[in-house]
């Protein structure tokens, strides 16, 4: 299995966008890569990862409550 590029290349191209507070990187990590992010997060020092895990949490939270509003829009977009 290939592993998932945002946990792959989020750390190198938060350090390249000068991306350097613990909280940032892991909000960033966990919201784009999921449970590999939050370990990526992790790795990187304990504050990054319970960023991390919140913001994990936090997205999954919201997508539930907004999509139930989005997919009848979206059926409708595609024509369904």
């Known amino acids: 299995?290939?592993?998932p590029p945002?946990?792959?290349l989020g750390p190198p191209l938060l350090?390249?966008?000068r991306v350097?507070?613990?909280v940032a990187r892991g909000v960033a990590l966990g919201t784009i890569s999921h449970a590999i992010g939050t370990a990526a997060a992790?790795?990187?020092g304990e504050a990054a990862g319970a960023a991390a895990g919140v913001a994990m949490?936090?997205?999954a939270?919201?997508?539930t409550v907004?999509?139930?509003f989005f997919l009848p829009l979206l059926l409708h977009l595609l024509g369904v």
Do not use: F, H, K, Q
Request: with cysteine; glycine share 4%; charged share 15%.
């Open 66 to 68: 907004l999509a139930p």
């Open 42 to 44: 992790l790795a990187e």
């Open 6 to 8: 945002g946990a792959v």
């Open 15 to 17: 350090t390249r966008c």
């Open 57 to 59: 949490i936090a997205a």
């Open 20 to 22: 350097v507070d613990a």
């Open 61 to 63: 939270m919201l997508t």
């Open 1 to 3: 299995p290939r592993p």
